[in-house]
């Protein structure tokens, strides 16, 4: 992996291991012996030049990734002039040719990289086929190849070739995919936090005519008595305190919802419509059963986000596992709001609905705006619960 992350040591290494590959393969098959070799098997420039033109075939391999077609002509061309030096080399010396026509497949466009394969087979075959029977001299019979020998060459340079092709297609997908997530990961960033956007605004309505009803009723009492006592600056101040709050919070109102939600402004749920929830999930197959034990002096904005809650989980339910029975316990420990929805497993064969996760985030929301908890997942018998608390200030509560 570490080698992944570092492509031209992992390049670096290739090169060296083939120069050393191609050395222990030239030496095992001895020093060249063929009579007519241009220069003489004793001659000490011979052998340099051999290890030479070896050591470069090997080393344009560390620009492989780059520059695939450079490197495959500079192969070709140290491996010609290789075979001029000694004609007796067989088509094992063409190793490094294989690694050519790869690194064109994998790195360059198709379908001109196939012309790879043609190169390579010329540079292999080309001179003992093609010039030498014209220019002479010719191979012994023994050294002279075979349609065999050239077509099983062949055939593995086209294997190599198919091989690099098939990895290009391979790591460009993969690449895609790659981007792909990096954008999908970067969508749902933005959607959730459209949707934090949305729930809080959805949240200033919901407060707004609860903290509307207590200040314009303030305002009504104050100037009342404003009347009964007409020159008593601190009443009327808090009439006009009471007004400039009205003002401000539906200015904030504006801010955080979109003009039509402001200006339909509905009369907000409680704990006495969860009712009507069950009874719409009961109408679309579900099997509900309710538990509601609470008392009185739960504030509306705490059972505003209940409700809120409950909507939220019956949509899940009806989203995901379909029609299902349903249990909902809506229970008031002291001062604190306990929830619990709980469903069936989903029928066998029964696809949910994809989904985003937007509601568990508003949910969320909702939870935090009150200190509570929430938590939701899957119970060991397969059926799935959300469970929240929402917790109030009060004497005796948490």
């Not at 109102?253 to 009874?279: G, I, K, M, N, V």
Request: include cysteine; glycine fraction near 8%.
């Amino acid at each position: 992996m570490e080698l992944l992350r570092r492509p031209r040591v992992a390049d670096a290494l290739l090169a060296c291991g083939l120069a050393v590959a191609m050395v222990l393969l030239r030496q095992s098959a001895g020093p060249p012996d063929w009579p007519r070799a241009p220069f003489s098997p004793a001659d000490p420039g011979t052998a340099a030049a051999l290890w030479t033109l070896l050591v470069a075939q090997a080393a344009p391999m560390l620009w492989r990734r780059t520059h695939p077609w450079p490197v495959m002509v500079a192969v070709s061309v140290a491996y010609v002039a290789f075979e001029l030096v000694d004609p007796a080399i067989s088509f094992r010396d063409g190793l490094p040719l294989g690694f050519g026509v790869y690194a064109v497949a994998r790195y360059a466009p198709p379908p001109a990289s196939l012309l790879s394969v043609a190169v390579a087979g010329f540079a292999m075959f080309g001179h003992d086929l093609l010039v030498r029977p014209i220019a002479g001299p010719p191979l012994p019979p023994a050294l002279r190849p075979g349609i065999i020998e050239v077509t099983v060459a062949v055939g593995l340079l086209a294997g190599l070739w198919q091989l690099g092709r098939s990895q290009r297609h391979i790591h460009s997908d993969a690449a895609a995919l790659r981007d792909l997530t990096a954008r999908l990961r970067a969508e749902q960033q933005r959607s959730a936090a459209r949707a934090v956007t949305a729930e809080r605004a959805r949240i200033a309505r919901d407060l707004h005519d609860l903290v509307a009803h207590h200040v314009s009723a303030i305002a009504v009492q104050a100037r009342a008595k404003a009347e009964v006592l007409p020159d008593d600056p601190m009443v009327a101040g808090i009439g006009t305190a009471a007004d400039t709050a009205l003002t401000e919070m539906r200015r904030l109102l504006r801010l955080l919802a979109d003009d039509d939600a402001a200006q339909d402004l509905q009369p907000e749920p409680s704990l006495e419509h969860l009712r009507q929830l069950t009874d719409v999930a009961t109408a679309a197959g579900c099997e509900t059963d309710l538990d509601v034990s609470i008392g009185p002096g739960i504030p509306a904005a705490v059972q505003v986000s209940a409700y809120r809650v409950v909507q939220e989980s019956l949509t899940n339910v009806l989203k995901h596992a379909g029609p299902v029975a349903v249990r909902v316990v809506v229970h008031q420990e002291k001062h604190q709001l306990e929830i619990s929805v709980t469903n069936d497993p989903p029928a066998a064969g029964h696809q949910p609905m994809p989904g985003a996760g937007l509601g568990l985030i508003g949910m969320r929301e909702r939870v935090t705006l009150f200190g509570g908890t929430l938590s939701t997942g899957p119970l060991a018998d397969g059926r799935w619960r959300v469970e929240a608390t929402l917790p109030w200030e009060g004497e005796g509560g948490p």
